[in-house]
């Protein structure tokens, strides 16, 4: 019979309520105490109260402190009863029976005590190793999915010991250097030559202080070529506070710092472009300070190039300027881009005639940061068109004596005056000439042509010219050259042409003579006709926003 364990799962029955202790209590009592009534004649005149002590330690090993204390009271009062008063040691009323009490409760407190105690223990006990079975299996559990995560993870994982030694590579970084075995390995052999001390020093000293570390290096892949991989690691610390060596992950970064290489590269090439543009570019914030410009810009504006970023554009705008602007501002968040005219007010005065185009800068997320300004000078512009429009006020008295052929339209492109030479031309009354009457006269081979030229400077209300054959009141067919220039009124509202013709027919004919016999004579007069085709500024100003606007990528 094993005593130990029973008395051990005695002790680990497990809590009761405060009744079933009692009842725990009474039943050992109600035991031991048939144990003494049975044994009555073996213990004659004697009480032998010693034999119920027994269902006391019991009482109070299985139910505790309240099993116990009941088992006590129980087995003294039934003993009295079993053993009657008559008996030697009972009761309290004689010395020996209040002896004989006193030693029976005594020895009983302490039993109980005992072995209430020793359930405690023996229950704290067994929670304690339950605790530590539990935090085992979560310990186990914990170390079986790190290691599958570190096996299953797509980044190079790798761990070292207090010597720097590798004791754990993960699967990803065991196929790039094509190993077997996640230890004992010598990552140096794998180093190129040039980064191992510089590596090496930065390794030793994260061991020497017990701190992590980050290092990039060239690493030999497993096909032999060569990787730059970012290395990041952090100290391994045991719960004493011990150095126990290093946890790292390796990122293979190669195509990354090539790709900032080439950013980098592209940047270079395109600021340089930038500064070497005929056209000021500026980069403004939402607030409308001017956040980078280029050389250009600067000079435009009249400052220094060093003072040109944290300027507004209010301080650079001419005063009746600055809501137009901020207008413009407001479109181009809103739109997305937006033009406008206007002054420029120098630090000494004086006044810059520019056209801006705003486009709106955005950021990874769509947002709007910020602006990019191309700022084009057109003071020279704007100085013809005022002598244009004042050359208009005379004309009209110079007209009717001018030898060539003169005549003005309205806006939807009607004749509406011609001079004397004009009349004198088409041989018919100056009111029969008006209107569109003149297209008739027009050879029909050169129809298609005067009406491509139109169609495209006209919508813009541009300048043009052309050169084309006209019926004379003779019936022979005259080569013209046409100039035609756009009328604007004081307030700049559009008011038609004005257009002059020359006779030029005798150059014509040894023009075509001189082609049959050079060539090329007749390639460079084509030549001359386009580029005179492409003299006026807001031709200039749109063919450079335009080629500055695909390089720059601004949409």
Known sequence: MDVDAGVTRLARVRRHSWWTSI???????????????????????????????????????????????????????????VVGFDTVGAGVSNRMGLIATTNFVVVGLFATIVAAALRKVLGRLDETVDALRLSAARITDSEHRLHLISEQAPVMLWMSDEQGHCVHLNLALRRFWGLTEPTGVDFTRFLHDDDRERVG?????????????????????????????????????????????????????????????????????????????????????????????????????????????????????????????????AEALKEGGAQLEKRYLRPDGSTVWVVISLRALTGPRGDVEGYIAVVVDISGAKAAEAALRESEAR????????????????????????????????????????????REAIHPDDVAAVDVIQSRARPKRLPYGFEARFRRRDGTWRWMRIAVNPRFAADGTFMGYVGMSFDVTDSHEAIEAMARQERRQTFLLGLADSLRDLTSSEEIMAEVEQALGSELKVQ
């Open 395 to 438: 004309f009209r008295l110079m007209a009717d004596t001018a030898p060539s052929p003169v005549w003005l339209t309205n806006a939807e492109g009607e004749v509406e005056f011609v001079n004397a030479a004009l009349v004198d031309f088409y041989g018919r009354p100056a009111h029969k000439i008006l209107g569109h009457v003149w």
């Open 201 to 329: 020093a930065v390794i030793l000293d994260a061991i020497k202080r017990g701190t992590g570390f980050e290092v990039e290096a060239r690493y030999r892949r497993a096909d032999g070529e060569w990787r730059t991989l970012h290395t990041e690691a952090q100290p391994r610390i045991d719960g004493e506070g011990r150095f126990l060596g290093m946890i790292g992950v390796n990122v293979d970064v190669t195509d990354a710092r090539k790709a900032e290489a080439a950013l980098l590269e592209r940047e270079a090439q395109l600021q340089a472009m930038v500064d070497q543009a005929s056209a000021g570019i500026a980069r403004v914030g939402l607030d409308g300070a001017i956040l980078s410009a280029n050389a250009r810009y600067a000079e435009i504006a009249g400052v220094p190039s060093e003072q040109v970023v944290g300027l507004s554009t209010e301080a650079v705008s001419h005063p009746d300027d600055i809501e137009p602007t901020r207008r413009a501002l």
């Open 23 to 81: 009842l725990i209590g009474l039943g050992c009592a109600v035991a031991v105490l048939l144990v003494r009534k049975a044994l009555s004649a073996f213990y004659a005149d004697v009480t032998g109260f010693m034999i119920l002590l027994p269902g006391v330690i019991v009482a109070a090993l299985a139910g505790g402190r309240a099993a116990g204390l009941t088992a006590l009271a129980a087995c003294l009062f039934g003993g009295w009863i």
